[in-house]
């Protein structure tokens, strides 16, 4: 058995290809890890819309939106950092 219990990896130029879509021989990578019982986690500065694509695909156990803000966990946030609102400076 391995000692990885965990693989995270970035979305763009990373796991996605150009076209923002993940090949098929990634998802066969990700399958093949998974079987062995290794989680598999995406981190990214994206968040919304962008990501819950992604999420959809059912292809991690875990990610990490947000600038890492917020990590989830059986698609349930939990944990997640909040800037103060009296720190906060609007463009």
Request: aromatic residues 10%; glycine residues 4%.
């Amino acid at each position: 058995m391995s000692d990885v219990k965990l693989i995270v990896v970035d979305l763009d130029d990373t796991l996605l290809k150009n076209d923002k879509s993940i090949s098929d021989y990634s998802r066969k990578i990700i399958s093949d890890i998974r079987k062995k019982g290794i989680l598999f986690a995406f981190a990214s500065a994206r968040g919304g819309v962008d990501a819950d694509i992604i999420i959809a695909e059912n292809l991690f156990d875990a990610y990490i939106k947000f600038n890492g803000s917020r990590i989830f966990a059986n698609k349930k946030c939990i944990r997640q950092y909040l800037m103060q609102p009296e720190i906060f400076i609007p463009f």
